[in-house]
């Protein structure tokens, strides 16, 4: 009994055991459970990104936290908008090719389509690209409204666009431009291309295929030397036309052809706005005595400079020690006046030379950022207009300034009916009989120091009057710089007597008498003073005349 009790009580014993243990055994597992999950929250509380308020509250703390963390966003979402900016584009660039490839094979279908015959209707206008469509359809607008196949209604002879007629080796010309020949070889290389490849084309055109039938066809090719001449004309908004006529098969026949370059549409090139508020002009006048010119000079500068303009800096140089005391008198008394100190006086005790004066006072600028230098006489008279004009038209290596001034005939001949002669602000008046754009003229040209000094500067080398603007204008023309060239409303040369020195050189001196003669008056008004007896005579023989009836 005992042995069987002894069994029994260790089998109880040992279900007992078992069952504390799965009990500890899970007991512990919910422990480490418990411990698992308060490990994870801690871990999802120390890595939870930090929120909107947070981000906020830290940016705006004013520690260097706040800075960092600021800039940190701002990069993180800058490198967001450029990923996606780049996805972007590329599923653009796919769209694109995808476009291309389905355009390509749509276009291979309607082609293979029309060349059998079973082009759906209404599809009949697809097998060509809709843009060369739309540009042929613009350029046959252009032909049609342009005065080529037949003529247009003008208002009166000042409307009519004469032509140019030309040969293989000169043209004839009514705009005669600076060189002033009726007749010469085109100086300028894309005008002597435009005339060759005309002609060439033309041969071209005369000897394909499709000029002639076989019963008309010429028993030998057109040559260069068939071409007899040409004209053209321009329309602004139009194109340019061709009239060429070549030799014929007989002395007496003549083949013509008409050729037409059409204008494209208008393109926008670029759109920028430009601040002008902060570009000073640095105006530099070369000067040796006449005191009276710059009183002129100044008072038109007090005008313009100072109270309409206010940017601008002023540098003479004066030549020599004679009178110089009242070109010190005239700046201290505008000084005085109004305020304005922005001057510069360079006396140099040398020989008169406006090449050497406009170089000093250049070089002399002392300041350290770029300023724009207005090269300009004693005589000039400018508007607050021109300045703006200066101010826009150069560029800090990119663009040059090179404006034509209108210069006045003398007014004592213009005014010679008049008792009084009118003032100067009154003789500004732009009239082929008050004055001439004065384009064989380079000395009053805007441009930035840098630019000037990169190029090398004036010819020191040359003293005395002329040739100095040119060399520099030369060498702006064989740079990579823009010039910009064209009449200017704003700027004048006002007339003065001029005096051509005997010690001038003979080409100097040639010169010189030219723009003495030009200056005088108009080709009519010189005519008159030639022929004045003359017309004297035949006015008293009227009046007496008039008497006898």
């Keep these: 009994m005992n042995l069987k009790s002894l069994i029994f009580f260790l089998k109880r014993q040992s279900t007992m055991f078992k069952r504390w243990l799965l009990a500890l055994l899970a007991r512990v597992g919910l422990i480490v459970l418990g411990l698992c999950c308060c490990l994870s929250l801690f871990y999802l509380l120390a890595c939870k990104p930090t929120s909107r308020g947070s981000q906020q509250s830290l940016l705006w703390s004013g520690g260097a936290t706040s800075k960092e963390g600021y800039m940190a966003l701002l990069q993180e979402r800058e490198d967001s908008h450029r990923h996606y900016i780049n996805s972007l584009t590329k599923q653009i660039a796919q769209l694109k090719e995808a476009l291309q490839e389905r355009t390509q094979q749509l276009q291979e279908s309607l082609e293979k389509a029309q060349t059998r015959g079973v082009l759906p209707q209404g599809l009949e206008s697809l097998h060509k690209t809709p843009t060369q469509t739309d540009l042929k359809d613009f350029l046959r607008s252009q032909l049609n409204q342009a005065e080529v196949i037949s003529g247009v209604q003008l208002p009166s002879e000042y409307a009519v666009i004469p032509f140019d007629t030309f040969t293989l080796r000169r043209v004839y010309q009514l705009e005669t431009g600076l060189t002033r020949h009726p007749e010469e070889r085109p100086v300028r290389r894309d005008r002597r291309d435009e005339l060759i490849s005309t002609v060439e084309t033309a041969l071209h055109v005369l000897n394909g295929p ?27 908004d139009r194109g340019t036309v061709y009239q060429l006529t070549f030799k014929g098969d007989g002395p007496r026949a003549f083949t013509q052809l008409v050729l037409f370059r059409p204008f494209g549409p208008v393109m926008k090139v670029k759109s920028e706005s430009v601040d002008t508020r902060s570009m000073l002009i640095n105006i530099i006048v070369p ?17 313009v400079c100072i109270q309409q303009d ?22 201290d008394q505008t000084t005085r006046e109004t305020r304005f100190r922005s001057f510069t006086l360079i006396q140099l005790n040398e020989e008169f030379s406006r090449g050497r004066g406009l170089d000093v006072g250049a070089r002399a600028w002392r300041r350290s950022q770029n300023v724009l230098l207005f090269f300009c006489d004693v005589d000039i008279h400018f508007t607050a207009d021109f300045l703006t004009s200066c101010r826009l038209n150069a560029e800090p290596g990119k663009k040059v300034y090179y404006p034509v001034l209108f210069s006045q005939y003398n007014p004592s001949i213009i005014y010679s009916n008049q008792t009084l002669l009118p003032s100067v602000q009154q003789q500004l008046v732009m009239r082929k009989e008050t004055g001439f754009w004065r384009d064989f003229g380079f000395g009053m040209t805007c441009q930035y120091r840098s630019d000037f000094l990169n190029i090398g500067g004036f010819d020191r080398n040359i003293k005395g009057w002329g040739l100095e ?57 010189l005519g008159e003073l030639l022929f004045k007896r003359e017309i004297e005579v035949h006015s008293s023989s009227q009046k007496q005349r008039s008497r006898g009836t």
């Design 210 to 236: 499709q000029q002639h039938t076989d019963s008309t066809r010429r028993k030998r090719a057109y040559s260069p030397s068939d071409f007899i001449e040409g004209m053209t004309r321009t329309e602004r």
């Design 287 to 303: 000067l040796s005595k006449r005191p009276d010119t710059f009183r002129q000079f100044i008072n038109n500068f007090r005008e």
């Design 310 to 331: 206010g940017r601008v800096h002023l540098t003479v140089v004066y030549f020599g020690r004679d009178q110089i005391d009242q070109v010190k008198a005239m700046l």
């Design 469 to 525: 603007d040119v060399h520099l204008y030369r060498k702006y023309l064989h740079s990579k710089l823009m010039v910009i060239r064209c009449p200017s409303r704003g700027l004048f040369h006002l007339w003065h007597e001029k005096n051509c020195a005997d010690e001038l050189p003979p080409d100097k001196y040639k010169m010189c008498m030219q723009t003495k003669a030009m200056s005088e008056a108009s080709h009519g008004q």
